[in-house]
């Protein structure tokens, strides 16, 4: 991998995951530097905001010197045009993720020609984690610890008591 290589690790993140944290210390390896773009997906109903979504982000990648995250709203192409990325990292957890990820990846080069759609496969261990399950382990009053990292699991939680969530 080139060391001078800037990558953009979009999603939604509502909330973070292990699942999230294990593609994005894995790229924050590969890379000069990462930025986590946290994205309001139109498709999905947030329950956090995306500024607590960052920052329970930033609260998990404190020991990771190279990893930035930020909040846009707009085309993901243009904002890897703006900050000079040329990889954008996406995570795979079955074949299911494929076929829309593979449409993003074909329409972000359409948009961007500069930049390469880089997948990492997960790691075996969070195949079947997704933001959606901790959402509905959390509302039911399930312990999340196994999902979600301590730093933001009390967020999270505290979220769900509080019922306060953003978007239901
Ligand atoms: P979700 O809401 O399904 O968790 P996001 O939009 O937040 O998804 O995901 C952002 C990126 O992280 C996507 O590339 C997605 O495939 C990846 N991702 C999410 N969960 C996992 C996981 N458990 N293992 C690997 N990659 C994942």
């Known amino acids: 991998m080139r060391d001078n290589v800037i990558a953009i690790c979009p999603g939604s993140f509502d909330p973070v995951t292990y ?12 890379f000069k530097k ?8 139109s498709s999905k109903n947030c329950c956090f905001t995306p500024e607590e979504r960052v920052e329970l982000i930033k609260k998990c990648i404190t020991n990771l010197d190279n990893v930035e995250v ?17 990889a954008i990292i996406k995570g795979l ?20 020609n500069e930049v390469e759609t880089v997948f ?22 399930g312990d999340i610890k ?15 008591e509080r019922n306060d969530t953003h978007d239901r």
Do not use: W
């Open 146 to 160: 196994e999902f979600v990292p301590p730093c933001a699991a009390q967020d999270v939680v505290n979220k769900f």
């Open 93 to 112: 957890r079955a074949m299911s993720d494929f076929e829309y990820e593979f449409q993003m990846a074909l329409t972000n080069r359409k948009l961007n």
């Open 34 to 41: 990462l930025i986590v773009v946290v994205a309001s997906n």
């Open 120 to 141: 990492l496969t997960t790691s075996a261990e969070y195949m079947y984690l997704s933001s959606s399950l901790v959402k509905e382990v959390a509302r039911l009053g």
């Open 19 to 30: 699942g999230h944290l294990d593609i994005i210390t894995r790229a924050a390896g590969m």
């Open 70 to 86: 930020v909040h846009y709203d707009g085309l993901l192409a243009d904002y890897a045009a703006q900050v000079g990325a040329t």
